[in-house]
C-alpha cells in the first residue's frame, strides 16, 4: 500500500520536472566575437609563452578550451580559403573560394577572391572597393545566425585585409570593413550600404595610421630579451620600406604617408582592437539577449611573417604585442558585456613554413621551386609542339589550360598532359603532377591526395596540380617565407574558446578547421551552415 500510495507522487514530480525542462528559455552567449589570427602556427603559442603576459594568451588557455591538435584538411592553406573554411564548416570543394584568386576558365584573367564588379567603393580607393561576398558560394555561420533571427541579430565584420573581413560577415551582415592603403581609411563598398556609418567615419578622422607612422617601430622589451628567435640582424629577413636593414628601431619617415608600411607592424593589429571596440558601442553589440558575431581578424601577423619569416625579432615582437591587444580586448570585453555573457573563439586561416634557405645552410630537408622559370620553359614547349594559346595560366602550382580550344581545334589532350608532366617532374623539388581527371579516384588513403581533393572545385581550380617536397615552396627571393602547402607546418593552428559556459581544458584529439563552425552553430542552436560538413567539438558542449 505505501508504494502505491508514493508512486504518483514520484510520477508527477519526473512530469514537472520534464515540464520546467521544456519550458526553460533556451541560454545564448550575448556576443560572439571571433578571432582569426592570420599565419599563426599552434607553436606560436608555445614559442613565446614565457613572455606572454597573463591576461592574453594564457588566459584563453588556463582558462578556457584550447585543441591541440586541429589542422587544415585541404589545400591550397592561404587566407580566403582559411577563413571561409572556418565560418562555413566547409571546404575549397563545396564553398568554392579556392585560393586568394584563380584563374577565369578559358581566359587569360585572374578572379580576385572577393571581387564583384558590380559593386563600388565606400570611403575609399576605387581600386579597393569593388568588393563583395558573391564568389562565397556557401552560407555562414554569421550567415544562419542572421536568418535564425530574422536579422535581429547583428554581425559586423572587421579585417586590415578585404577578405579577412568580407568572408566572416558572411552574405547579409550589417557591415563588413577593411583597411584601404592608399587612403590610410577603412572602407565598404555599395554591397553593404550607401555612405559609411558616423562611427566609421569618426575613428578614420582620428587618423591613426599616421600617428603610428609617426612614432616608428621598436621592440617592446629590451631586444636582448628575444631569445626565441635569431640576431636582429640576420640573412633570412626582408626589408621593410626604405630601411638598409631589417634592425630595430625602425623608422616610417617619407615625404608621402606610405600606409603598407603599418601593415607589416604590430600597428595594423591595434587599428582592429580600436575597431572592434568602436563597432561594439557605435552597433550596441551583445546589448540585449539576441545573440551578435563580431568577426575580426588580425592580418599583420601575415604581412609580417611573409616579409621577416618567423625566425625574427620582428615576428616575436608582434605576437608579444598581439598578447597585449588580447588581453585588452577581453578586459573590455569584461567591463562591456559582462564575463559570462561573450563567448570567444581564436584561430587561423593557416600556418606558415620555415624559410627555406635557413632550413639549406643549416642542413635540413628544403629549397626553393623555380616555378616561374619552369613555366616559361613549358610555354615554349607547348608552343611548338601544340598550340600558341593551349597554356591559360599559373597559379597557386596549378596549371590552367584552354579546355575550350583543346577541343575545337582538336588537339590530343592525353598527349598535351602527358608532355607537361614529364618536363614538370624532372624539375628539382616535383614529387607529382596531377591531372584533375583523376582527382575523383586518388587514394583518399593518402592525407595530401585528400586534401587535393576536398580543395578541388572544378569551375575554378587548375587543370593540373603540381605537388612538392616537404619544406619546398616557391619564392622569388630567399628571404621570408610563405604559407600553401599541404604539410603539418602549414595546416596546424591553434583552436582555444573561452567564455560561456566554456569549460577550462585540452584536447589532444584530432579535430578539422571545418569543424569550429558546426560547433558553433551548435552552442548557439542554429542552424548550420548549408554546406558545412564538419563535426561537433564535443568537449566545449555544455552538459
Known amino acids: 500500500m505505501k508504494y502505491r500510495a508514493t508512486f504518483p507522487l514520484v510520477l508527477m514530480m519526473i512530469l514537472l520536472n520534464?515540464?520546467?525542462?521544456?519550458?526553460q528559455k533556451l541560454e545564448r552567449p550575448k556576443l560572439v566575437v571571433g578571432i582569426v589570427v592570420d599565419q599563426m602556427r599552434h607553436d606560436y603559442i608555445y614559442r613565446y609563452w614565457d613572455k606572454y603576459g597573463t591576461g592574453g594568451f594564457k588566459r584563453l588557455i588556463n582558462e578556457g578550451f584550447s585543441f591541440e591538435n586541429t589542422n587544415y584538411n585541404y589545400v591550397p592553406t592561404t587566407t580566403a580559403p582559411g577563413h571561409s573554411s572556418i565560418y562555413t564548416g566547409s571546404t575549397p570543394s563545396f564553398h568554392g573560394i579556392v585560393g586568394n584568386d584563380w584563374h577565369?576558365?578559358?581566359?587569360?584573367?585572374?578572379?580576385?577572391?572577393?571581387?564583384?564588379?558590380?559593386?563600388?567603393?565606400?570611403?575609399?580607393?576605387?581600386?579597393s572597393g569593388k568588393m563583395s561576398p558573391a564568389n562565397l558560394l556557401a552560407s555562414t555561420v554569421t550567415d544562419e545566425l542572421r536568418?535564425?533571427?530574422y536579422d535581429k541579430a547583428k554581425v559586423i565584420g572587421i579585417s586590415i585585409k578585404d577578405r579577412g573581413s568580407i568572408i566572416p560577415a558572411g552574405h547579409h551582415p550589417n557591415g563588413a570593413y577593411w583597411f584601404d592603403g592608399i587612403t590610410?581609411?577603412?572602407?565598404?563598398?555599395?554591397?553593404?550600404?550607401?555612405?559609411l556609418p558616423a562611427w566609421i567615419d569618426n575613428f578614420n578622422k582620428l587618423d591613426l595610421p599616421?600617428?603610428?607612422?609617426?612614432?616608428?617601430?621598436?621592440?617592446?622589451k629590451p631586444i636582448d630579451q628575444y631569445t626565441e628567435s635569431m640576431p636582429d640582424l640576420n640573412p633570412y629577413e626582408g626589408k621593410l620600406g626604405s630601411e638598409t636593414n631589417a634592425v630595430f628601431p625602425k623608422v616610417f619617415k617619407s615625404e608621402?604617408?606610405?600606409?603598407?608600411?603599418?601593415?607589416?607592424?604590430?600597428?595594423?593589429?591595434?587599428?582592429?582592437?580600436?575597431?572592434?571596440?568602436?563597432?561594439i558601442e557605435a552597433e550596441g553589440l551583445g546589448k540585449d539577449t539576441i545573440t551578435d558575431i563580431l568577426a575580426m581578424s588580425y592580418s599583420s601577423t601575415d604581412y609580417a611573417g611573409h616579409l621577416f619569416g618567423l625566425q625574427s625579432v620582428e615576428v616575436e615582437d608582434i605576437y608579444l604585442r598581439l598578447d597585449l591587444e588580447l588581453a585588452g580586448m577581453l578586459n573590455y570585453l569584461d567591463q562591456k558585456i559582462g564575463k559570462n555573457n561573450y563567448l570567444v573563439f581564436l584561430s587561423a586561416d593557416h600556418a606558415v613554413a620555415q624559410v627555406p634557405q635557413l632550413l639549406k645552410d643549416l642542413n635540413y630537408p628544403g629549397d626553393y621551386f623555380k616555378g616561374a622559370k619552369m613555366i616559361d620553359s613549358l610555354k615554349t614547349i607547348l608552343e611548338s609542339k601544340f598550340d600558341k594559346y593551349v597554356f591559360d595560366g599559373y597559379s597557386g602550382q596549378q596549371?590552367?589550360?584552354n579546355e575550350e580550344r583543346i577541343f575545337n581545334k582538336k588537339l590530343d589532350r592525353k598527349d598535351i598532359v602527358e608532355t607537361i608532366k614529364t618536363f614538370v617532374k624532372s624539375w628539382p623539388g616535383v614529387v607529382d603532377v596531377i591531372d584533375h581527371k583523376d582527382i575523383p579516384f586518388l587514394s583518399s588513403a593518402n592525407p595530401v591526395y585528400n586534401k587535393i581533393q576536398l580543395g578541388y572545385y572544378?569551375?575554378?581550380?587548375?587543370?593540373?596540380?603540381?605537388t612538392l617536397q616537404p619544406g619546398w615552396f616557391e619564392s622569388f627571393f630567399t628571404t621570408g617565407t610563405t604559407h600553401g602547402a599541404p604539410f603539418i607546418y602549414d595546416t596546424h593552428v591553434p583552436m582555444l574558446w573561452y567564455g560561456w559556459h566554456i569549460p577550462a581544458g585540452k584536447s589532444y584529439v584530432n579535430y578539422d578547421i571545418t569543424d569550429i563552425a558546426p560547433t558553433l552553430s551548435q552552442l548557439l542552436h542554429i542552424p548550420l551552415p548549408s554546406a558545412a560538413f564538419g563535426k561537433v567539438m564535443v568537449e566545449v558542449m555544455k552538459n
Open 210 to 220: 599616421q600617428k603610428f607612422l609617426d612614432g616608428g617601430w621598436n621592440t617592446l
Open 184 to 195: 590610410g581609411k577603412f572602407m565598404t563598398s555599395t554591397y553593404y550600404m550607401k555612405a
Open 399 to 401: 596549371i590552367f589550360l
Open 256 to 279: 608621402k604617408p606610405n600606409y603598407g608600411l603599418v601593415l607589416s607592424s604590430p600597428f595594423g593589429n591595434t587599428l582592429i582592437s580600436e575597431l572592434a571596440k568602436a563597432a
Open 18 to 23: 520534464i515540464v520546467i525542462a521544456f519550458s
Open 104 to 127: 577565369i576558365r578559358n581566359s587569360t584573367r585572374l578572379m580576385y577572391c572577393v571581387q564583384d564588379d558590380n559593386v563600388l567603393p565606400v570611403g575609399g580607393s576605387l581600386i
Open 458 to 466: 572544378p569551375p575554378r581550380s587548375g587543370d593540373l596540380f603540381i
Open 147 to 149: 536568418l535564425f533571427t
